[in-house]
């Protein structure tokens, strides 16, 4: 999808995604020590503005206008910064920061390997990469999400994305996520999740 196909997305309903966090966000970042921080393809902002809560100082990325103004709207006093910008055509700046989140974006993996090297490399040495993601897997074991193969991946795919980067690998693995259904039972997502720390 498009950036206008996504601001359309966005203005059919109120909010698209929940308003707290991603639970594997804030379950691995929660400890971290605030810094600096890029949310890219931020959407409508809940990781960023959960973020800036705990002290950071967050620049959120995404090409959808109609997100980023629900960010604003959502959270005005938050500490972030919205950039109206496509997530493979972002340039960070001079500055390096000290988390890079990547939730949710789903490419094909040549967009996919551009958007992960920008997102490590806008790091200081001893910044956290995180991305979680649509697992490959989820189309033969889990529900929901995208069903076009060519967008899904795995923690392994990702770290081939990072090539030779000197980096050590805190988490990099499969999780299961509860997706709650009408009829009450419980159904299970699978997504990708990687965290790295980068060492140069």
């Not at 995404?62 to 972030?80: H, I, M, N, Q, W």
């Not at 992960?116 to 074991?141: I, K, Q, Y």
């Amino acid at each position: 999808m498009d950036a206008a196909q996504w601001d359309a997305r966005y203005a059919e309903s109120e909010r698209v995604w929940s308003a707290g966090p991603n639970q594997f966000v804030e379950r691995a970042l929660a400890d971290l020590p605030p810094g600096r921080a890029v949310d890219l393809a931020a959407g409508e902002g809940r990781n960023a503005v959960w973020l800036a809560s705990r002290g950071w100082d967050v620049t959120a990325v995404d090409f959808s206008r109609v997100a980023l103004a629900r960010g604003r709207e959502t959270a005005p006093d938050a500490s972030v910064t919205w950039v109206c910008a496509d997530v493979l055509g972002w340039q960070p700046g001079p500055e390096p920061f000290d988390l890079a989140v990547l939730a949710y974006l789903q490419l094909v993996e040549s967009e996919r390997r551009r958007a992960v090297l920008t997102a490590f490399g806008c790091l200081r040495p001893g910044g956290t990469f995180f991305l979680v993601a649509h697992d490959s897997s989820n189309l033969t074991e889990g529900t929901g999400g995208p069903q076009d193969p060519s967008v899904l991946m795995t923690a392994d795919d990702v770290l081939a994305d990072l090539g030779d980067a000197s980096y050590d690998v805190v988490e990099a693995t499969r999780v299961a996520r509860p997706v709650p259904a009408p009829e009450g039972i419980d159904h299970t997502a699978y997504d990708a999740l990687v965290r790295v720390v980068r060492t140069a």
